[in-house]
C-alpha cells in the first residue's frame, strides 16, 4: 500500500507493496512528516538467519553460469526497478520497502559453500555470487560474508563471478588478484549512468559512475578480468548515455560490455511507475510507452531468450547500437574462460575418508 506520495529520502521505493502471498498488509496511515518517519523509526534491519543451503541451480537459457550463491536477502542498494524485488515476497516481506530496508543476512553462507564444494558430485561449475542481490551492498562491510566466500573458492580453486555496483569490491582486491592469476574469477560491474543527480535518485545507497569507473581501472591493472554491464537500460533516461558509458568503460580497462533493458516484472512495475512520477513526471509516460514498445505493449516480458534484451523495432535499435559500440571499442578484447579444471577440496586428514 502506499506509504506516501512523496519520495523516501536515500530509498528507492516510496511504495510498501502488497505481498502477493499473504491477505494482510501494512502501512503508514498518516502521510504527515513521514520522511522523517521512515528516516529515524524505520532504518534498515539486518535479520540473522540459517539458511539450509546456499546454492542455486539455474536453468534459464537467459543466462551463462549454472549456479548462483546469494549471502543476503533484499538489498540495501534500494534500486527502484530491480528485477529481483518479488524474490523478498517469499519471505513474507513487501517488495517496495521492505526489499531494501528489511536484509536477511546469511551468517552461515561461509560453511555452507564449503560444505557444498566437498560433496562428492561436486565438480567445480561456475558459480555465480549475485542474482538476487548485490555481495557487496554497504553490510558486507560489516558482516563480510563475500570476502569469507571468496576465500573458500581460493582454497578449492573454485571458479566464481561477481556482479556489483559497489567499490566496496576493492576492499578484496588482493583475493581476486590472487582467483583471476588461475582464471578463477570473472567481474561485471553494473555501470548504469555518469549522471550523477540521476544515479542518486535512481540507485540510492550506491556508487557512484566516477566511483565504477575507478573500479574498473583499478581492477583491470590488476590483471582481473572486468567487464561493464549497462544494465538496465531505460528508454529515455540512461539510454542516451549508451555511447558515452561504453567508450568510458573501455578507456577504463573493460574487457567487454553487455546490457539488458528494463522490464517491470511482478510488483517492480507499481514501484518503478511511483518512482517516475515522484522524479521525472515530465516523461514518465513517455518511458513507460517505449518500456512497453520493448516487450510487446506489455511492462514486462516472461519469455526466455527476449525478456532481457526486448523484441521488436526499438529494441533492435538499442542492439544494433550496442553491436556497433562494441565493436569499435571492444574489437580486440574478451572476457577469458574460467577454468573448473584445477577444482579440488584441500585435504582434511583423516575426516576426509567420511566424505
Not at 272 to 300: C, S, V, Y
Not at 324 to 344: G, N, T
Amino acid at each position: 500500500m502506499p506509504i506516501d506520495d512523496n519520495p523516501i529520502k536515500g530509498r528507492g521505493s516510496s511504495l510498501q507493496v502488497p505481498n502477493r502471498f499473504l491477505r494482510r498488509a501494512y502501512g503508514v496511515v498518516h502521510a504527515e512528516g513521514v520522511d522523517e518517519v521512515e528516516q529515524e523509526a524505520y532504518p534498515t534491519r539486518f535479520i540473522a538467519t540459517e539458511a539450509k543451503s546456499i546454492l542455486n541451480k539455474i536453468t534459464s537459457p537467459d543466462l551463462s553460469f549454472p549456479w548462483t550463491l546469494n549471502a543476503y536477502q533484499g538489498c540495501e542498494h534500494g534500486c527502484s526497478y530491480c528485477y529481483a524485488r518479488p524474490t523478498h515476497e517469499y519471505w513474507g516481506y513487501s517488495a517496495g520497502l521492505d526489499f531494501e530496508r528489511v536484509v536477511l543476512v546469511k551468517r552461515n553462507a561461509p560453511e555452507l559453500l564449503e560444505k557444498a564444494l566437498r560433496h562428492p558430485r561436486w565438480k567445480g561449475e561456475p558459480i555465480s555470487m549475485s542474482g538476487v542481490t548485490d555481495p557487496y551492498q554497504p553490510r558486507e562491510r560489516v558482516e563480510q560474508l563475500t570476502h569469507r566466500l571468496l576465500a573458500i573458492a581460493l582454497e578449492y580453486k573454485q571458479p566464481v563471478t561477481l556482479i556489483t555496483k559497489n567499490a566496496l569490491i576493492l576492499r578484496d582486491l588482493d583475493l581476486l588478484k590472487a582467483l583471476a592469476e588461475q582464471r578463477l574469477v570473472q567481474v561485471a560491474i553494473s555501470f548504469t549512468t555518469m549522471n550523477e543527480p540521476l544515479r542518486r535518485v535512481l540507485e540510492p545507497r550506491t556508487s557512484s559512475g566516477a566511483e565504477r569507473l575507478r573500479t574498473m581501472e583499478r581492477l583491470a591493472l590488476a590483471k582481473v578480468p572486468v567487464m561493464a554491464m549497462i544494465a538496465p537500460i531505460i528508454p529515455a533516461l540512461n539510454e542516451p548515455e549508451i555511447p558515452d558509458l561504453l567508450e568510458r568503460a573501455a578507456n577504463a580497462g573493460a574487457l567487454g560490455a553487455s546490457y539488458t533493458v528494463l522490464r517491470t516484472n511482478g510488483a517492480v512495475q507499481p514501484i518503478f511507475e511511483a518512482w517516475l512520477q515522484h522524479h521525472f513526471p515530465d516523461r514518465a509516460e513517455k518511458i513507460m510507452a517505449q518500456t512497453r514498445a520493448l516487450h510487446g505493449g506489455k511492462p514486462n516480458d516472461s519469455v526466455h531468450g527476449r525478456r532481457m534484451r526486448g523484441a521488436g523495432a526499438f529494441a533492435e535499435n538499442i542492439s544494433r547500437l550496442f553491436r556497433v559500440l562494441r565493436k569499435r571499442h571492444f574489437v580486440d578484447r574478451c572476457m577469458p574462460p574460467l577454468d573448473s579444471s584445477a577444482f579440488k577440496p584441500p585435504a582434511r586428514g583423516q575426516l576426509d575418508l567420511f566424505q
